[in-house]
């Protein structure tokens, strides 16, 4: 039997591990912080918590962990320690780590289990043991680090302010998996210079970065496009507490990946490619307006 004094202390530590994961994906993204103010309540608080973890195991690979002095063989250490911490929290509800203990409560709450968390640290890893890709690893790899990120948040699309867990439509599974692997292959192309040259790594199977050519980023970005065409076909089925983010952050894409489409591949070698502030502004506004006029 829980007592109210010990109900009351529960509540304000998920409240706590929820600022401490809107503070860690606030701090890391601002295109993700203008798309989730656009999600109503609870499904907002519980996408910051699915990102935050995102985020930190990412910090774990390919950043903060090295730049802290750890060498491969503790960073391995380190992402096996964070998913059983991730893994334990899930079955308890309960973790020290405060991103972790929002996360799993966002777990808990909307049916996200090992089926989508398992294959998300596959992929984290697989980048601690290669640098280039077959096509059979690229698919593994998008995937894990990517499409069922798109699923754990239709999870909490689905369930919305339901107390139990929701099965999503059908409809929106191959749209969720599209989107998410749309935002990966874009930011892969973004990222080409800063993934190559300071990580060694080549994501797109049998494409050299330092010899990208024009031909071969339309072939990428065409990929990208039938990703993002899939997902928008399926955003009409969204919640409404979540039709509009979806919306936006699935326009800030196609924004990207025009963008990219009109940039040479010499010049994506050397520079990060960018939505301008203002821009972005005008691309959530123009979502929210959309979204308003769906009718499901």
């Known amino acids: ?6 109900a009351q202390a529960a509540a304000a530590y998920r409240s706590a591990a929820s600022s401490a994961a809107a503070a ?14 656009l999600l109503r309540e609870p ?46 929290a899930r079955e308890t509800g309960f973790s020290t780590d405060l991103v972790i203990h929002a996360f799993a409560r966002t777990a808990r709450e909307t049916g996200i289990g090992p089926e989508l968390t398992a294959p ?3 992929s984290m890893r697989m980048d601690l043991e290669r640098s280039d890709h077959t096509p059979e690893t690229f698919a593994r790899y998008v995937h894990g680090s990517a499409e069922v990120v798109g699923l754990m948040c239709l999870r909490v699309f689905a369930t919305d302010r339901s107390p139990t867990p929701v099965e999503p439509d059908a409809r929106l599974v191959e749209g969720a998996r599209r989107l998410g692997a749309a935002f990966q292959k874009v930011n892969f192309l973004r ?68 963008r990219l489409r009109a940039t040479p591949a010499a010049r994506l070698r050397t520079r990060r490619v960018r939505v301008p502030d203002l821009r972005k502004a005008c691309i959530a506004a123009r979502a929210v307006a959309v979204a308003r006029r769906v009718r499901v």
């Open 191 to 258: 990222d080409l210079h800063a993934d190559a040259d300071a990580r060694g790594r080549a994501y797109f199977p049998g494409i050299d970065p330092a010899r990208l050519t024009d031909a071969q980023r339309d072939l990428l970005l065409d990929d990208v496009d039938a990703d993002l065409a899939a997902a928008r076909a399926a955003i009409v089925h969204l919640p409404a507490s979540s039709r509009a983010a979806v919306l936006a952050a699935h326009d800030l894409f196609a924004e990207l990946s025009a």
């Open 1 to 6: 039997m829980i007592s109210p004094l010990d």
């Open 43 to 88: 499904v907002r608080t519980r996408v910051r918590c699915i990102y935050a973890l995102v985020r930190v195991a990412d910090e774990i690979v390919d950043g903060a962990a090295r730049g802290s002095g750890l060498g491969a063989e503790q960073i391995a250490a380190s992402l096996d320690a964070y998913e059983a911490a991730v893994e334990a």
């Open 24 to 37: 860690v994906i606030g701090r890391y993204s601002t295109s993700f912080a203008l798309s989730a103010r």
């Open 120 to 122: 998300f640290f596959a």
